[in-house]
């Protein structure tokens, strides 16, 4: 099982709102990651969990914040998006350390629309 | 960091024919280099990937090749099929996680 599972699938929200996209992964990995993808583009790192611990944070705005609840769990909280923030949201998962020298699987992302 | 570089950004081809996109990469301790495949609206899918110790990997209709020397790996794709229509990304292993190419949307005419 490679399966890395994210809902929602689709997400409309308002400026003022506040939601959660969920992210879970049961193959025993032990990083997780964030990605934000806009059309024609490849994916852009946004937080890196490694062992439960947010390792890398790239610069990502704070109305962005992630939580990993524990090793299969991962969210990404939003509150105060702005319209330039639509855009498709992909987890992945790996077994090791956040270097990535190892498979990594995506979940079928969270199409994103802030309006 | 790594910086992976992707060619060409887009490939049309006749069903059946082959594909071959290209990759380099800076970073020549780099060792793992994966292919994902992303159909509309769904997340990447990882077709195929090869180590560093290994110059070429092949899996049913694709395959991938590595150049250590020159910093390049490339995908092939034989004999096409419709359903291979799709972006694919190359990608390479940097401290900050993946480094993806631009991406190559190949579409493959019946």
């Known amino acids: 099982d490679t399966e890395v599972t994210q809902t929602p699938k689709h997400l409309v929200m308002g400026m003022t709102n506040k939601k959660s996209l969920k992210c879970e992964q049961h193959?025993?990995?032990?990083?997780m990651y964030w990605y934000k993808q806009k059309a024609k583009k490849p994916p852009e790192l946004m937080f890196v969990y490694s062992y439960e611990k947010l390792s890398i944070n790239e610069s990502v705005p704070s109305r962005f914040s992630p939580e990993c609840p524990n090793s299969s769990l991962l969210n990404l909280h939003l509150h105060a998006l702005q319209p330039e923030d639509s855009a498709l949201y992909l987890c992945a998962s790996s077994q090791g350390p956040s270097n990535m020298n190892t498979e990594a699987f995506f979940g079928q992302g969270t199409r994103l629309t802030v309006v | 960091g790594e910086n992976v570089e992707q060619h060409p950004s887009t490939l049309s081809v006749q069903e059946g024919d082959s594909a071959v996109i290209k990759c380099t990469y800076s970073?020549?301790?780099?060792?793992?280099f994966p292919w994902y495949k992303q159909e509309l609206g769904k997340g990447p899918q990882l077709i195929i990937d090869?180590?560093?110790?290994?110059g070429e990997k092949k899996d049913q209709r694709i395959a991938v090749t590595l150049n250590k020397t020159a910093k390049h790996f490339s995908l092939h794709i034989t004999e096409t099929q419709p359903e291979d229509s799709a972006v694919y990304f190359c990608a390479a292993p940097s401290v900050r996680g993946l480094s993806f190419g631009a991406g190559t949307t190949v579409t493959v005419r019946a």
């Open positions: 970073d020549s301790a780099s060792n793992y």
């Open positions: 193959m025993g990995h032990r990083a």
């Open positions: 090869i180590r560093s110790n290994v």
